[in-house]
């Protein structure tokens, strides 16, 4: 499966944004789709994640309730709409692919796309 993100950019604290991932190649409608980010000089992080039928979604306590994953099967595509945003949000997010939420989370079994980077300045 190949992922293609896209919505990063510079914006300033307080705004609102949204970044899209589009999935194409070998998908499954099992699969769980999810973010990630990664600032400067830290490890990647879970940011949000949803379950093929939206039943399981999970939120990074940093983004819980400023942020929310949506996903649309029939275009291949999830969303991550972060309103709020805050300097520390600044990262490159990555969309990832795994077989379930579980594997999400442990990094395992994931499918990575490039990233896209967000800025936000105070």
């Known amino acids: 499966v190949q992922l293609q993100a896209c919505g990063g950019g510079l914006v300033q604290a307080g705004d609102s944004l949204r970044l899209s991932c589009a999935a194409s190649g070998r998908t499954s409608r099992s699969d769980s789709v999810g973010w990630f980010r990664q600032a400067p000089g830290k490890e990647r992080e879970f940011v949000a994640g949803?379950?093929?039928?939206?039943?399981?979604?999970s939120y990074a306590d940093s983004v819980k309730g400023r942020s929310t994953i949506s996903r649309d099967n029939a275009k291949n595509t999830v969303y991550l709409q972060v309103n709020s945003l805050k300097p520390e949000d600044t990262a490159i997010y990555y969309c990832?692919?795994?077989?379930?939420?579980?594997?999400?989370?442990?990094?395992?079994?994931?499918?990575w796309g490039q990233g896209t980077e967000l800025t936000v300045s105070s």
């Open positions: 949803i379950s093929w039928d939206t039943r399981i979604i």
């Open positions: 990832a692919n795994a077989p379930n939420m579980v594997a999400m989370k442990a990094k395992r079994f994931i499918s």
